[in-house]
Protein backbone atom coordinates (compact mmCIF):
# COMPACT_ATOMS: atom_id res chain seq x y z
CA UNK A 1 0.00 0.00 0.00
CA UNK A 2 0.89 3.67 -0.62
CA UNK A 3 0.18 6.92 1.03
CA UNK A 4 0.02 9.90 -1.54
CA UNK A 5 0.38 13.34 -0.21
CA UNK A 6 -0.06 16.50 -2.12
CA UNK A 7 1.75 20.56 -1.73
CA UNK A 8 2.22 22.90 -3.05
CA UNK A 9 -1.34 23.94 -4.32
CA UNK A 10 -2.42 27.57 -3.82
CA UNK A 11 -3.71 30.82 -5.67
CA UNK A 12 -2.20 32.35 -8.68
CA UNK A 13 -3.44 34.99 -11.40
CA UNK A 14 -3.78 33.91 -14.85
CA UNK A 15 -0.69 33.26 -16.74
CA UNK A 16 1.05 32.55 -14.04
CA UNK A 17 2.49 28.90 -12.82
CA UNK A 18 2.32 26.72 -10.28
CA UNK A 19 4.63 23.54 -9.27
CA UNK A 20 2.17 20.43 -7.27
CA UNK A 21 4.55 17.60 -5.60
CA UNK A 22 3.42 14.17 -4.73
CA UNK A 23 5.02 12.32 -2.18
CA UNK A 24 4.41 8.77 -1.74
CA UNK A 25 5.35 6.56 1.30
CA UNK A 26 4.89 3.01 2.38
CA UNK A 27 5.81 1.18 -0.64
CA UNK A 28 8.76 1.22 -3.46
CA UNK A 29 7.48 4.05 -5.65
CA UNK A 30 9.21 2.69 -8.70
CA UNK A 31 6.83 0.31 -8.61
CA UNK A 32 3.99 2.44 -9.33
CA UNK A 33 2.83 4.51 -12.44
CA UNK A 34 2.04 8.19 -11.36
CA UNK A 35 -1.35 9.98 -12.51
CA UNK A 36 -2.72 13.82 -11.69
CA UNK A 37 -6.39 14.22 -11.95
CA UNK A 38 -8.12 17.31 -10.99
CA UNK A 39 -12.11 18.28 -10.02
CA UNK A 40 -13.94 21.00 -10.73
CA UNK A 41 -16.81 22.15 -8.53
CA UNK A 42 -20.19 20.40 -9.86
CA UNK A 43 -18.00 18.49 -12.53
CA UNK A 44 -16.90 15.17 -12.83
CA UNK A 45 -13.21 14.40 -11.58
CA UNK A 46 -11.04 14.40 -15.34
CA UNK A 47 -7.22 12.89 -16.33
CA UNK A 48 -4.58 15.42 -16.33
CA UNK A 49 -1.75 13.40 -17.29
CA UNK A 50 -0.02 10.27 -16.11
CA UNK A 51 4.17 8.68 -16.30
CA UNK A 52 5.25 5.41 -16.32
CA UNK A 53 7.60 4.22 -13.45
CA UNK A 54 10.94 5.01 -15.31
CA UNK A 55 9.17 8.45 -16.91
CA UNK A 56 9.70 6.72 -20.34
CA UNK A 57 6.14 7.20 -21.37
CA UNK A 58 3.47 10.25 -20.46
CA UNK A 59 0.21 11.23 -21.54
CA UNK A 60 -1.67 14.48 -21.40
CA UNK A 61 -5.39 15.44 -21.08
CA UNK A 62 -5.37 17.88 -24.74
CA UNK A 63 -6.60 21.21 -22.13
CA UNK A 64 -3.32 20.98 -20.97
CA UNK A 65 -0.80 20.22 -23.69
CA UNK A 66 1.90 22.34 -24.06
CA UNK A 67 1.19 24.22 -20.56
CA UNK A 68 1.48 21.23 -17.70
CA UNK A 69 4.39 18.70 -17.44
CA UNK A 70 4.81 15.75 -15.34
CA UNK A 71 8.08 14.64 -13.66
CA UNK A 72 8.75 12.23 -10.99
CA UNK A 73 11.96 11.61 -9.06
CA UNK A 74 12.09 8.14 -7.65
CA UNK A 75 14.90 8.09 -5.43
CA UNK A 76 12.96 11.03 -3.71
CA UNK A 77 9.32 9.09 -3.74
CA UNK A 78 7.99 12.18 -5.23
CA UNK A 79 6.37 12.70 -8.58
CA UNK A 80 5.76 16.41 -10.02
CA UNK A 81 3.11 18.54 -12.03
CA UNK A 82 4.37 21.54 -12.96
CA UNK A 83 1.84 23.76 -14.84
CA UNK A 84 2.65 27.34 -16.32
CA UNK A 85 0.11 29.69 -18.40
CA UNK A 86 -2.17 29.05 -15.76
CA UNK A 87 -6.19 29.78 -16.93
CA UNK A 88 -9.01 30.28 -14.69
CA UNK A 89 -10.46 27.35 -15.87
CA UNK A 90 -7.83 25.41 -14.19
CA UNK A 91 -9.03 26.25 -11.34
CA UNK A 92 -9.83 22.85 -9.17
CA UNK A 93 -8.91 20.34 -6.46
CA UNK A 94 -5.83 18.21 -8.15
CA UNK A 95 -4.97 14.54 -6.85
CA UNK A 96 -2.32 12.21 -7.68
CA UNK A 97 -3.09 8.85 -8.18
CA UNK A 98 -0.73 5.58 -8.20
CA UNK A 99 -1.54 2.91 -10.58
CA UNK A 100 0.13 -0.50 -9.86
CA UNK A 101 1.30 -1.29 -13.26
CA UNK A 102 4.29 0.52 -13.53
CA UNK A 103 4.63 0.26 -17.42
CA UNK A 104 0.80 1.24 -17.97
CA UNK A 105 -0.43 4.52 -17.83
CA UNK A 106 -4.06 6.08 -18.86
CA UNK A 107 -6.64 8.45 -18.16
CA UNK A 108 -9.45 5.82 -16.39
CA UNK A 109 -9.43 6.65 -12.53
CA UNK A 110 -10.71 3.23 -12.28
CA UNK A 111 -7.12 2.55 -13.34
CA UNK A 112 -5.75 4.08 -10.34
CA UNK A 113 -4.88 1.97 -6.90
CA UNK A 114 -4.48 4.82 -4.73
CA UNK A 115 -5.40 8.55 -4.35
CA UNK A 116 -4.10 11.62 -2.21
CA UNK A 117 -6.04 13.91 -0.64
CA UNK A 118 -5.59 16.86 -3.46
CA UNK A 119 -4.49 20.39 -3.23
CA UNK A 120 -6.75 23.07 -3.87
CA UNK A 121 -5.42 25.18 -7.21
CA UNK A 122 -6.79 28.55 -7.85
CA UNK A 123 -6.70 30.58 -10.48
CA UNK A 124 -7.86 34.21 -10.55
CA UNK A 125 -7.89 36.32 -13.74
Known amino acids: QVHLVESGGGLVQAGGSLRLSCTAS????????MGWFRQAPGKEREFVGA????????DYAEPVKGRFTITRNNAENSAYLQMHNLKVEDTAIYYC??????????????????WGQGAQVTVSS
Open 26 to 33: GSIFSDYA
Open 97 to 114: AADYRPAIIGPAPQWYDY
Open 51 to 58: IDWRSAAR
